[in-house]
């Protein structure tokens, strides 16, 4: 039988596609599934599509032909088929049959052997087989399908199809080796002749006779004699071979078979295909299958054999080895290879000549189609079976290096996504994980797009969803992934591409979400200046956004005008509609009496302004430089400022945003000469009239207070000196009923207040400097001349100042500091000495006042400051007043030791406090004893960070300063004799008060707002509010600033690192001795933890994981790593990463405080965790630790304590016990050797080898433990009986130690009997207990017998433990703490599931005996029986768990009655309500 053989259904498709001259006959023969396959067999491809002509063979002997075409043939060959019933017939004509095809056999058969001379008679009858067939024309027409004859007689006898006369001959055995060996010979003829005039390949019809043979008499003759045909076929001929022989071949031979054809395929990989469509019909064993695989990949094929091998790859997989597989093939899949040189090669020749070009061209061009082909290959494998999709996510996912992912990766991922509905969850998770690690780089999309742009475009809509998802996550390298795939497939795609993508961002843009918002307006703008042709048709719904602008912020609002802007006035697309729209929604918003549409018109006409002006404009990705302005062009601008400014005049917060808009137009160092001209003529006339006067020679009474001229910087005091008007004109304001009345008395209508000083001054000094060259000699004397303030020393006088009095010398202040703040801005570049001094005497002036400051906020509760920052809503800065002073209690027994006098106001002590308080960690601020000891007692402060809406914000160039060197107060004592010209160093408290600016400058910028945690309805609108001008700087930039101050910042660290060192040294390692100036230590302390903190904020920035910012991480590494080595360059990352450590490392001996102590440790993580390596566990192990055994002191000789320490030693001892080898080592060493010395310790005593474990940080201590030893057991594997003796000791040991520790700590309970400690146990026992039970019983089921000492060691330890945990339960219940309680069902239920569980341990061991009933006494923690249960503890019984070799487990003093850990308590469970 040879069913088993016939063709697998999925080939009917090839045949019916191959289909030749035959093809008409196909559906008649689907009636038949045999007759099928036969007309397969013959029909195929018969036809050529351009046949040649040929000579025809000159027969080798003469027949008699009848008219009718018949041949008249009388050797036995003849007289045997007519007998049978076979006709021949010449020429065109096929032969005809009048029997059916079996029934001629049948009759052959039969002759054959009756004959007298059988078996030489078949000889001959194949000697005129030959004869006949040596015509061409007798052998087509004995190899293409008889005919049935027309006669009647016949026409019911015979099918509609038959076989051809070749294909019966061989169906019959004791004919078909010879017939065979016959068309073998015969089939070199036509190598080289194949087809003929008639268009048949005759070597294909030979090949076909073959096929479905019901029997094969001699099938090893057969393989050997096809194979060494294989060998000597041309090409085409063996591609026919090779493709037929599943349908030649029994499947006995196909293991035969597929060996000779996998060496051949090793030999000749140009016959890679149909090899491979030959396997693909074979039944392989999976050694021989692998086998193949691997030679297959291995093998040199060419781009357009690649569809087929992966097909044959992916289709031969089983589930048992398809990531194995598909990884090996991912590995080996060369594809850029393929998509690259054909690219470079056709740019090549495009050099040389015109036809090499084309085809170079013509062969990217089949490349491209062939790569298509394969991923529709890779699509149609993943939609169809789950196997291969679940294997390309698990191989995907085992890439672990960026440099091994490749862009078939990516896209292959982008397929499932978009053929699998259910697997797009995990797509997502896979490949946000990948961008967060960095594996899936920018870089990886951009080839995606630029080499497989027709896959990638077929996948546009999967490409549009993940970029919409990505946009929406909260990380931001995930977010600029997604920005990066919509601006790559807006410049690959089509215009209907494009207007999707730009609806999608609309769409962000409209949406409300914050980052979204940002994201997509900054995409918009980078697509309007690299694409502007491409864009300006969808401007329609880019103008949509406007009707949004409700729910944008003003930098949003910015964002927006300015893509509007850049399309009105693009130089190539002059859009007058958009331009018409735009000067309609401004005026419109211009004349709006609500403060909140006013300021959108403001920032709209600024930002117009800015297009219409612009020197130089980016348009389709090229910078272009503007002509000239012409006089039509002026006066349009110009009327428009003048326009914003007439609006805006009568509101002074308007009229400063204005100021503030323009002036940051300015700094962008774009705008046209002649409008900064006209502006600076606008300006410096009005503000010389406005705020600068003569300075008055004696005090005036009129105003509220006297006046008097102060921080003075010059030492003529001539007649001619100017002052900033500042009091004068604040009286006017409190003095007169409203603003109005100011307004009328203006001759030009314009409100003169000092809101505007700032923002005007720096419109004025940024314009100068532009038309300057960045020289500010014109004004550099607003830098020295004094303010018209008031006498400040006020003192105690505060109280008896009324309330108006005291908010006007609050108003004062702030403007005060507002004006210094702008004029450090504006003079921090200058290279003078003489200007530079000044500007760092100013410095010391701003926190001079800021103390000043805080006392008069105390004694002002519910004054609201002059605004300081105008683009937002007045609401949302609202400060939260918190004074602190008045009601702080003095520590017992406190004596601090008095500093030296100074007037150094470096460490001026009202500074001390206010930094102290404001800017030190909530855990100093929140400690008496941190409080300065010259500090009056009972005067209140207020936090200025609470106002920090309401300064002025410092320009990231003020840093520069940090240049400076630092001056402490000790250099001063000591050295005094230093050149009182040596004004170029800034000390402490400026160096604090700068740090705490950038501080809050890199955490504003460098850390994603997803990751504050902002209040909700509240982040929105208070998170950007005293950072305008930072807003309008990408992080990339303000990391780059950072990375520019790192060498300084070095400087300054190392000076804080040897200030501590020496103290330690003067000391003899007493923290507080008598030497020690502790407002200098605060300050200086302070200093250390900012700067430590502005280390971390740097290098935690997310953003070095993205590709492109390598570069950065890189130069801010070599600036720490070049403090060790210096002059070594161009070091790879790692080595900088090892030797940034080390430097970092240096600063662990000098710390003073806890909070410096966790900074530090948190910046040696950051820098670890960006090493590949990442082998420094061991140091963060031992740095933490020595942290940890450490004593930290205060200066006053106090120990640090309270919530803030607490929590700072919490993060510590969790880092500890992260890094550290042995975890459960760890906390036995803790437990067994410091909390003892804890115990015989003093009521406020502490560990004397863990210095940070006190009574009031042991809670914290317990947690961490507790914590980590139930996380440390989750990582024991649970136990196999196929694990060897040894595995199993050693994990038995692992579980001893973890249950010894599990048991001290339990125990300590009976002496730390808090709450949080008891709370604690109870969680924490549970899940040990559950741990136990899932991962640890396992193992002493299978290791009882082995080690049942062990086994029986480990289970009275935790029988002890257990037993304290009901002690708690009892406790609980009866304090009726519902905190407690909480626990003590789901730990019951723990508990009594052990008892099960060891008993049927037991039953498994054949230890039935060791389980017995006792009695169960309810007790508290420290043993006593509960009296109020005693009398039901009778009727209670408990199954006990009991080992058979040990006695009954007493504990001495508290009961004779055995008790297992996890005793079944049952009735009590039952009965007691709070269980």
Same mark, same amino acid.
């Given at each position: 039988m040879r069913s088993s053989r016939r063709a697998p259904s999925w080939r009917l498709a090839e045949s019916f596609e191959r289909g030749g001259k035959r093809a008409d006959r196909l559906p008649v023969a689907m009636f038949s599934k045999r007759k099928l396959f036969k007309a397969d067999a013959n029909g195929e491809n018969l036809i050529e599509e351009l046949p040649k002509t040929k000579k025809s063979r000159v027969p080798g002997k003469k027949k008699s032909i009848s008219k009718d075409g018949v041949i008249e043939n009388n050797s036995i060959f003849g007289q045997f088929l007519k007998t049978g019933g076979i006709i021949l017939k010449s020429g065109e004509r096929q032969n005809e049959i009048a029997v059916d095809g079996a029934i001629f056999q049948k009759k052959l058969h039969q002759a054959l052997r009756k004959h007298p001379s059988y078996p030489q008679i078949v000889e001959e009858l194949i000697n005129g087989l030959e004869s006949h067939i040596e015509s061409r024309d007798h052998f087509r027409n004995s190899l293409l399908p008889c005919i049935p004859t027309q006669s009647q007689e016949t026409s019911n006898a015979v099918q509609s199809y038959c076989e051809s006369l070749i294909k019966l001959l061989l169906g019959i055995e004791i004919l078909q080796p010879a017939v065979i060996r016959l068309l073998f010979e015969k089939l070199p003829e036509f190598f080289h002749e194949s087809v003929g005039s008639d268009g048949l390949n005759l070597p294909r019809l030979i090949v076909n006779q073959l096929k479905w043979l019901d029997?094969?008499?001699?099938?090893?003759?057969?393989?050997?004699?096809?194979?060494?045909?294989?060998?000597?076929?041309?090409?085409?001929?063996?591609?026919?071979?090779?493709?037929?022989?599943?349908?030649?071949?029994?499947?006995? $031979?196909?293991?035969?078979?597929?060996?000779?054809?996998?060496?051949?395929?090793?030999?000749?990989?140009?016959?890679?295909?149909?090899?491979?469509? =030959?396997?693909?019909?074979?039944?392989?064993?999976?050694?021989?299958?692998?086998?193949?695989?691997?030679?297959?990949?291995?093998?040199?094929?060419?781009?357009?054999?690649?569809?087929?091998?992966?097909?044959?790859?992916?289709?031969?997989?089983?589930? !048992?080895?398809?990531?194995?597989?598909?990884?090996?093939?991912?590995?080996?899949?060369?594809?850029?290879?393929?998509?690259?040189?054909?690219?470079? #090669?056709?740019? $090549?020749?495009?050099?040389?000549? +015109?036809?090499?070009?084309?085809?170079?061209?013509?062969?990217?061009?089949?490349? $491209?189609?062939?790569?298509?082909?394969?991923?529709?290959?890779?699509?149609?494998?993943?939609?169809?079976?789950?196997?291969?999709?679940?294997?390309?996510?698990? *191989?995907?996912?085992?890439?672990?290096?960026?440099?091994?992912?490749?862009?078939?990766?990516?896209?292959?991922?982008?397929?499932?996504?978009?053929?699998?509905?259910?697997?797009?969850?995990?797509?997502?998770?896979?490949?946000?994980?990948?961008?967060?690690?960095?594996?899936?780089?920018?870089?990886?999309? #951009?080839?995606?797009?630029?080499?497989?742009?027709?896959?990638?475009?077929?996948?546009?809509?999967?490409?549009? &969803?993940?970029?919409? @998802?990505?946009?929406?996550?909260?990380?931001?390298?995930?977010?600029?992934?997604?920005? /990066?795939?919509?601006?790559?497939?807006?410049?690959?795609?089509?215009?209907?591409?494009?207007?999707?993508?730009?609806? =999608?961002?609309?769409?962000? =843009?409209?949406?409300?979400?914050? @980052?979204?918002?940002?994201?997509?307006?900054?995409?918009?703008?980078?697509?309007?200046?690299?694409?502007?042709?491409?864009?300006?048709?969808?401007?329609?719904?880019?103008?949509?956004?406007?009707?949004?602008?409700?729910?944008?912020?003003? #930098? +949003?609002?910015?964002?927006?005008?300015?893509?509007?802007?850049?399309?009105?006035?693009?130089?190539?697309?002059?859009?007058?509609?958009?331009?018409?729209?735009?000067?309609?929604?401004?005026?419109?918003?211009?004349?709006?009496?609500?403060?909140? /549409?006013?300021?959108?018109?403001?920032?709209?006409?600024?930002?117009?302004?800015?297009?219409?002006?612009?020197?130089?404009?980016?348009e389709n990705g090229q910078l272009l430089e503007r002509a000239q302005l012409n006089k039509e062009q002026r006066r349009q601008i110009t009327s428009l400022l003048e326009l914003v400014c007439s609006c805006c005049g009568q509101v002074p917060q308007a009229l400063s945003l204005y100021y503030d808009e323009l002036a940051n137009l300015i700094q962008k160092g774009n705008l046209d000469f002649q409008i900064l001209e006209w502006i600076e003529d606008s300006v410096k006339e009005d503000f010389e009239r406005d705020f600068v006067t003569i300075l008055l020679p004696t005090e005036d009474s009129a105003f509220l207070f006297p006046v008097k001229a102060l921080y003075s910087l010059e030492d003529d005091k001539s007649e001619g000196t100017i002052a900033i008007n500042l009091l004068p004109l604040l009286s006017q304001s409190y003095l007169s009923k409203n603003v109005d009345e100011i307004a009328a008395k203006s001759q030009d209508k314009r409100v003169v207040s000092l809101v505007c000083l700032p923002p005007f001054f720096r419109l004025l000094r940024l314009c100068m400097a532009e038309l300057n060259n960045g020289s500010l000699d014109d004004i550099d004397a607003v830098l020295g001349c004094p303010l018209h303030l008031t006498n400040l020393e006020v003192g105690g006088k505060l109280d008896s100042l009324s309330k108006q009095e005291r908010e006007f010398l609050c108003s004062l202040l702030f403007h005060a500091l507002n004006w210094f703040r702008e004029v450090v801005n504006a003079f921090c570049q200058q290279e003078d000495p003489e200007i530079k001094g000044r500007v760092l005497t100013r410095l010391q002036n701003i926190t001079e006042l800021q103390c000043l400051l805080g006392k008069c906020l105390a004694a002002s509760p519910g004054y609201v400051p002059p605004l300081a920052n105008f683009d937002s809503e007045t609401s949302e800065r609202v400060p939260v007043i918190n004074a602190i002073g008045a009601t702080k209690k003095k520590s017992k027994g406190q004596n601090p030791k008095k500093s030296g006098n100074s007037k150094n106001s470096s460490v001026d002590t009202s500074q001390l406090d206010e930094n102290m308080e404001a800017n030190q960690p909530e855990a100093e601020t929140s400690q008496p004893e941190k409080g300065s000891p010259e500090k009056e007692p009972g005067t209140p402060w207020v936090l200025l960070q609470s106002y920090s809406a309401y300064f002025h914000e410092l320009d990231l160039e003020v840093f520069t300063l940090l240049h400076s060197g630092l001056l402490t107060k000790s250099v001063v004592d000591t050295e005094m004799h230093t050149k009182t010209s040596e004004v170029v160093q800034i000390g402490p408290a400026e160096l604090l008060f700068l740090l705490e600016d950038l501080s809050r400058k890199l955490e504003h910028r460098l850390i994603p707002a997803a990751a504050k945690r902002a209040p909700f309805f509240k982040g929105k609108g208070r998170r950007n509010v005293g950072f305008s001008h930072l807003c309008q700087k990408s992080p990339q930039e303000v990391t780059e600033c950072a990375i520019e101050l790192l060498k300084p910042l070095c400087n300054h660290m190392e000076n804080m690192h040897n200030y501590f060192q020496a103290l330690i040294t003067e000391s003899h390692g007493v923290v507080d001795g008598p030497g020690v100036n502790i407002q200098e230590h605060h300050l200086m302390s302070s200093c250390y933890q900012r700067l430590l903190q502005v280390f971390h904020l740097l290098f935690a920035w997310s953003g070095f994981s993205q590709y492109e910012n390598h570069s950065l991480l890189k130069s801010g590494l070599h600036v720490l790593a070049h403090r060790l080595k210096p002059g070594e360059r161009d070091l790879p990352l790692e080595e900088l990463l090892s030797q940034s450590f080390k430097y970092l490392i240096n600063f662990q001996h000098s710390v003073p405080n806890i909070y410096c102590a966790l900074n530090l440790t948190q910046l040696l993580l950051v820098i670890i965790e960006k090493s590949v390596a990442n082998l420094k566990n061991n140091e963060i192990a031992s740095i933490t630790k020595r942290f940890l055994c450490q004593s930290w002191v205060q200066p006053s000789g106090i120990r640090q304590k309270g919530t803030q320490f607490n929590d700072a030693l919490h993060t510590l001892f969790c880092i500890y016990m992260e890094h550290t080898d042995n975890i459960l080592?760890?906390?036995?060493?803790?437990? &067994?050797?410091?909390?003892?010395?804890?115990? #015989?310790?003093?009521?406020?005593?502490?560990?004397?080898? /863990?210095?940070?474990? !006190?009574?009031? !940080?042991?809670?914290?201590?317990?947690?961490?433990?507790?914590?980590?030893?139930?996380?440390?057991?989750?990582?024991?594997?649970?136990?196999?009986?196929?694990?060897?003796?040894?595995?199993?000791?050693?994990?038995?040991?692992?579980?001893?130690? *973890?249950?010894?520790?599990?048991? @001290?700590?339990?125990?300590?309970?009976?002496?730390?009997?808090?709450?949080?400690?008891?709370?604690?146990?109870?969680?924490?026992?549970?899940?040990?207990?559950?741990?136990?039970?899932?991962?640890?019983?396992?193992?002493?089921?299978?290791?009882?017998k082995k080690h049942r000492e062990d086994v029986q060691s480990l289970l009275k330890t935790l029988q002890l433990s257990t037993r304290q945990l009901h002690h708690m339960c009892g406790h609980s219940k009866i304090h009726q703490d519902t905190g407690l309680t909480s626990h003590v069902p789901l730990l019951k239920k723990s508990l009594e599931l052990f008892v099960y569980r060891v008993k049927a341990m037991l039953a498994l061991n054949h230890c039935q005996e060791a389980f017995w009933v006792g009695i169960l006494k309810n007790r508290d923690l420290q043993g006593e029986e509960i009296l109020s249960q005693a009398s039901q503890s009778s009727e209670m019984e408990e199954e006990i768990s009991r080992l058979p070799t040990e006695e009954p487990i007493e504990e001495e003093g508290e009961e004779e009655d055995s008790e297992n850990e996890g005793r079944v308590d049952t009735k009590d469970s039952d009965e007691d309500s709070s269980d």
């Open positions: 029997r094969i008499v001699d099938s090893k003759d057969l393989v050997l004699t096809i194979m060494q045909m294989i060998c000597v076929s041309p090409p085409s001929i063996q591609h026919d071979i090779i493709t037929s022989l599943p349908e030649i071949l029994e499947d006995s $031979q196909h293991s035969e078979i597929a060996r000779e054809l996998s060496s051949l395929l090793k030999e000749k990989t140009e016959l890679t295909v149909p090899i491979l469509d =030959a396997f693909t019909s074979l039944n392989l064993d999976l050694g021989l299958l692998s086998e193949v695989r691997q030679s297959v990949i291995i093998a040199a094929i060419k781009v357009e054999d690649l569809p087929v091998v992966v097909k044959f790859i992916l289709r031969s997989i089983k589930a !048992t080895d398809a990531v194995e597989v598909i990884s090996d093939l991912r590995k080996k899949l060369d594809l850029d290879s393929c998509v690259s040189l054909p690219r470079i #090669h056709a740019s $090549q020749s495009k050099l040389r000549s +015109q036809p090499q070009a084309s085809l170079s061209a013509s062969q990217a061009s089949i490349n $491209q189609d062939c790569i298509k082909l394969l991923f529709e290959v890779i699509k149609s494998a993943v939609k169809f079976q789950k196997t291969i999709l679940e294997g390309w996510i698990k *191989a995907i996912e085992n890439v672990a290096s960026a440099s091994d992912h490749k862009v078939l990766d990516l896209i292959v991922l982008v397929i499932i996504y978009a053929t699998s509905a259910k697997s797009k969850k995990q797509i997502e998770r896979v490949l946000k994980n990948k961008i967060q690690s960095g594996c899936l780089r920018e870089q990886l999309l #951009h080839n995606a797009f630029r080499y497989y742009l027709t896959v990638m475009r077929d996948l546009f809509p999967a490409i549009l &969803s993940l970029a919409e @998802i990505f946009v929406h996550s909260a990380d931001p390298c995930i977010v600029s992934f997604g920005s /990066y795939m919509y601006k790559q497939a807006f410049t690959a795609f089509d215009s209907y591409c494009q207007q999707e993508i730009v609806g =999608a961002l609309v769409t962000h =843009a409209c949406g409300g979400n914050n @980052i979204e918002v940002d994201v997509s307006l900054d995409m918009l703008i980078d697509l309007v200046s690299l694409h502007t042709s491409s864009i300006v048709p969808y401007a329609v719904f880019l103008k949509s956004i406007v009707d949004y602008m409700d729910n944008l912020s003003p #930098h +949003q609002i910015r964002k927006l005008f300015h893509i509007l802007s850049m399309l009105a006035f693009s130089q190539g697309h002059k859009s007058s509609h958009i331009q018409d729209d735009m000067h309609m929604v401004i005026r419109k918003q211009l004349s709006s009496t609500i403060p909140k /549409y006013k300021r959108i018109g403001i920032i709209g006409a600024v930002t117009m302004v800015g297009s219409m002006a612009a020197k130089r404009s980016k080592k760890a906390i036995e060493d803790i437990s &067994s050797i410091g909390i003892p010395e804890l115990i #015989h310790s003093s009521k406020d005593g502490y560990s004397s080898t /863990y210095p940070t474990l !006190t009574r009031q !940080t042991f809670p914290v201590f317990f947690r961490v433990m507790m914590v980590q030893l139930e996380s440390s057991v989750r990582s024991i594997s649970a136990g196999k009986p196929s694990d060897s003796s040894e595995v199993q000791l050693e994990k038995l040991l692992n579980w001893n130690m *973890a249950v010894r520790d599990f048991h @001290i700590l339990v125990n300590l309970v009976k002496v730390f009997d808090s709450r949080p400690v008891l709370s604690v146990c109870l969680k924490y026992g549970r899940l040990f207990v559950e741990t136990f039970l899932k991962l640890g019983m396992p193992l002493l089921d299978c290791s009882f």
